[in-house]
């Protein structure tokens, strides 16, 4: 059964370019309910801890380094299916080949600077939500 959680990152090309607002009204605009919301600055410690699956990717030291380069925008959200909901909705990793209207087709500009994450499983909704966010911050 698919759960009712998910969890998303504005990622700081989105936030230096001012689309915070645009991003969180389309994603509540499709459905979902924002139950945790923060704007944080990862250290690279904690980059390295949350991109540790692409560890032995060649692209990893410059993901670190993207993900430290300015604030992110972490959030927490429900609908039923939240995980697949919102995969659809935020778009193929590369923006030319993300669908019209998704978040990635509207606000990414490369693979690299794609801004914005999303889980790719309702483990990992779980994982990462509890990475960003203190048990007394998810409602």
């Known amino acids: 059964m698919a759960g009712t959680k998910t969890f998303t990152m504005l990622k ?3 936030i230096s370019k001012g689309y915070i607002g ?6 509540t605009g499709s459905g979902f309910k924002i139950v945790a919301l923060k704007m944080t600055h990862m250290t690279t410690n904690d980059a390295k ?7 032995e990717r060649p692209f990893y030291g410059e993901l670190v380094d993207y993900m430290t380069s300015g604030p992110v925008v972490s959030a927490i959200l429900e ?6 909901d919102f995969r659809t909705l935020i ?6 080949e993300a669908a019209e209207g998704t978040i990635r087709k509207n606000y990414a500009t490369s693979i690299s600077e794609n801004a914005i994450h999303g889980s790719d499983s309702d483990e990992n909704a779980t994982i990462e939500s509890n990475f960003h966010f ?3 911050e998810q409602f």
């Open 134 to 136: 203190a048990g007394r």
């Open 49 to 55: 801890a949350f991109y540790e699956v692409h560890k």
């Open 79 to 84: 609908k039923e299916n939240a995980v697949d």
């Open 22 to 27: 645009d991003i969180l009204k389309q994603i």
């Open 91 to 96: 778009g193929a990793t590369n923006p030319d």
């Open 12 to 14: 700081p090309d989105a």
